[in-house]
């Protein structure tokens, strides 16, 4: 009830083509949805993040689309660039058995060719 | 420079020797959290601390200890460490408890721990 099941484990991306990264969560407790983005040898960093009483929320190049029926939600990079080229986590976040869980997605290897 | 400080970041060392991964921030943030990174798995969580004197179990606390006597402090301390304890392990704050807020959870470099 409490995994985040993250797909695919790695991706292949022209210059220039669009990244779709997709996750999916089971517990409707959880109401905070973020994306990391970690480089190598580095910490993961927010990326963007959404909240279920939004449908999509876009930063740029980045967009997150949110369908909460379904328990899924997706992040797009719309002309990706090598310089993408890292692990995406999803998250799922909420109160949940009296205290307050974070649940990382098994997360993306994202390359970008030039 | 703001930032979540780990060490060390590299750590071999032998089945039940106790050791202590330190953590500090220096963001006077309320929440801290640890984290173990483990291919195919993700990152998982071990234990989260609201704020001083107030900690609580992750999804994989078991072998696992952790203090928070200072609001910046917060160690990560292994009794008796086993191979299965292998692992990237991060450290984590927030100024907003629980979700990070609108800047998410500062994340340290890591520490590299192998338990041979």
């Known amino acids: 009830q409490q995994q985040v099941k993250q797909s695919p484990q790695s991706l292949i991306v022209q210059k220039g083509g669009i990244s779709i990264i997709n996750c999916a969560y089971e517990?409707?407790?959880?109401?905070?949805f973020p994306w990391y983005q970690q480089f190598p040898g580095k910490g993961p960093a927010l990326l963007i993040a959404?909240?279920?009483?939004?449908s999509e929320k876009k930063e740029g190049r980045f967009t997150i689309s949110f369908n909460k029926s379904a328990k899924q939600f997706s992040l797009h990079i719309m002309d990706s660039q090598p310089g993408d080229s890292a692990t995406y986590f999803c998250?799922?976040?909420?109160?949940?058995?009296?205290?307050?869980?974070?649940?990382f997605g098994a997360g993306t290897r994202l390359f970008v060719k030039a | 420079e703001a930032q979540v400080t780990q060490n060390p970041r590299y750590l071999i060392t032998v089945t039940g020797k106790k050791l202590t991964v330190t953590c500090s921030q220096n963001?006077?943030?309320?929440?801290m959290s640890w984290y173990r990174q483990d291919p195919g798995l993700g990152l998982r969580q071990i234990y989260y601390s609201m704020n001083v004197e107030v900690t609580d179990k992750g999804d994989v606390p078991e072998g696992y200890k952790v203090s928070r006597k200072e609001k910046r402090n917060f160690p990560l301390i292994l009794e008796s460490p086993s191979p299965n304890q292998t692992s990237l392990y991060f450290c984590a704050s927030s100024y907003s408890s629980g979700t990070g807020g609108k800047n998410g959870y500062t994340f340290g470099s890591g520490t590299r721990l192998t338990v041979v």
């Open positions: 517990n409707t407790a959880f109401d905070y």
């Open positions: 959404i909240r279920p009483d939004v």
């Open positions: 963001m006077n943030h309320e929440y």
């Open positions: 998250a799922a976040i909420g109160a949940l058995g009296g205290g307050f869980k974070t649940i």
